[in-house]
């Protein structure tokens, strides 16, 4: 990794409820899909909750009878909580990382209402304060649902 941040301050935050996470990133419902961040390690890695139910707006088109979180809202998800370390890193509060590119993904199980994503994201790479790669997985009651790498590159906005 081009930067290290150190962490040894022990009163650095390690859960976010979702009035924080908003705090953090601009998404709204409906592509707000981080429900708590339960484990943050500064520059390091941030493990994340999306509590799935029947209620989302993609539901009632995808698919019918057969209810699925489309897989690109699983990277999504995944792609908010490795927001959450971008932003807290010395000088990026505020600013905004788009995706980049999407590699090696790869779905093993559905994820359906009443699941809980539980997503670990880890920053691999920040080259010169604008492109960060990360790797991420989800997983459901202990099964991995997705993995894959996520790169990202800062928008002035």
């Known amino acids: 990794m081009d930067s290290v941040i150190e962490t040894s301050d022990p009163k650095l935050k390690t859960t976010f409820n979702i009035q924080e996470i908003h705090q953090l990133l601009p998404h709204r419902h409906p592509f707000a899909l981080v429900d708590r961040i339960i484990d943050y390690v500064a520059g390091e890695k941030a493990v994340g909750i999306k509590n799935v139910t029947f209620n989302e707006?993609?539901?009632?088109?995808?698919?019918?009878?057969?209810?699925?979180?489309?897989?690109?809202?699983?990277?999504?998800a995944m792609a908010q909580v490795g927001g959450i370390i971008l932003v807290q890193l010395?000088?990026?509060?505020?600013?905004?990382?788009?995706?980049?590119?999407?590699?090696?993904?790869?779905?093993?199980?559905?994820?359906?209402?009443?699941?809980?994503?539980?997503?670990?994201?880890?920053?691999?790479?920040?080259?010169?304060?604008?492109?960060?790669?990360?790797?991420?997985?989800?997983?459901?009651?202990?099964?991995?649902?997705?993995?894959?790498?996520?790169?990202?590159?800062l928008i002035e906005q």
Not at 59 to 76: A, C, Q, R, S, T
Not at 93 to 116: E, L, N, Q
């Open 57 to 76: 707006p993609f539901f009632p088109g995808h698919i019918p009878n057969f209810p699925l979180m489309p897989g690109v809202l699983m990277v999504e």
């Open 90 to 153: 010395p000088g990026m509060s505020g600013k905004f990382f788009a995706f980049a590119g999407i590699d090696k993904v790869r779905f093993r199980r559905p994820v359906t209402p009443g699941d809980r994503l539980i997503m670990t994201v880890e920053l691999l790479s920040l080259k010169q304060n604008r492109i960060a790669k990360m790797q991420g997985k989800g997983e459901v009651d202990g099964e991995l649902a997705v993995k894959g790498e996520m790169l990202f590159s």
